[in-house]
T-cell receptor, first 118, second 114 residues
Framework: AQTVTQSQPEMSVQEAETVTLSCTYD???????LFWYKQPPSRQMILVIR??????QNATENRFSVNFQKAAKSFSLKISDSQLGDAAMYFC???????????????FGGGTRLMVKP | KAGVTQTPRYLIKTRGQQVTLSCSPI?????VSWYQQTPGQGLQFLFE???????NKGNFPGRFSGRQFSNSRSEMNVSTLELGDSALYLC?????????????FGPGTRLTVT
């Protein structure tokens, strides 16, 4: 079974600064996807960024980028130029891409609460 | 396109009762997954349906069940409610099962068991 660990229950960042959220995972699979989801206080979960395990290039979406280290099983999220609207719970998630386990089941980490100070 | 909708948004039930939650996926999406979110256990996968068939099931007791209809709408049922079933129940829809397709989450149903 896969596990996802987020070791930082809470983080804070000054507006306009950069913050990095950590995520490690454990799997014996070679093909999988990794995601970062954001859950604002309104509770609707939205996808921030995703990474395919076989792609070495780190994914980037505007101010959000990841540092994917497959050998270390690490998948951190960097938020640049932090904005007040970035304040939320952030969840790291794993999904198998193995053909015999194809599906949409996500395994989530425990989450990191990000606070943005004005 | 309308997003994923869940009804009801809030629900209060008594121990021993049963409850049915509904999820309407984005139009054209055929996969629906359900998750339970609690402060203690975090986000846990319940089950996934694709084309009316259950594809995966999480580690939950048999009191938790679900189904999917031909229009892809899904319902989950919890029988003999326990206090520990109090949680936010989220559903997510996707175009298909597996692959690179994004999953879109609904706003959730907040269930309180007293």
């Amino acid at each position: 079974a896969q596990t996802v660990t987020q070791s930082q229950p809470e983080m804070s960042v000054q507006e306009a600064e950069t913050v990095t959220l950590s995520c490690t995972y454990d799997t014996s699979e070679s093909d999988y996807y990794l995601f970062w989801y954001k859950q604002p206080p309104s509770r609707q979960m939205i996808l921030v960024i995703r990474q395919e395990a076989y792609k070495q290039q780190n994914a980037t979406e505007n101010r959000f980028s990841v540092n994917f280290q497959k050998a270390a099983k690490s998948f951190s999220l960097k938020i640049s130029d932090s904005q007040l609207g970035d304040a939320a719970m952030y969840f790291c998630a794993y999904r198998s891409a193995m053909l015999n386990n194809a599906g949409n089941m996500l395994t989530f980490g425990g989450g990191t609460r990000l606070m943005v100070k004005p | 396109k309308a997003g994923v909708t869940q009804t009801p948004r809030y629900l209060i039930k008594t121990r021993g009762q049963q409850v049915t939650l509904s999820c309407s996926p984005i139009s054209g999406h055929r996969s629906v997954s359900w998750y339970q979110q609690t402060p203690g256990q975090g986000l846990q996968f319940l089950f996934e349906y694709f084309s009316e068939t259950q594809r995966n099931k999480g580690n939950f007791p048999g009191r938790f069940s679900g189904r999917q209809f031909s229009n892809s709408r899904s319902e989950m049922n919890v029988s003999t409610l326990e206090l520990g079933d109090s949680a936010l129940y989220l559903c997510a829809s996707s175009l298909t099962a597996g692959g690179w397709y994004e999953q879109y989450f609904g706003p959730g149903t907040r269930l309180t068991v007293t």
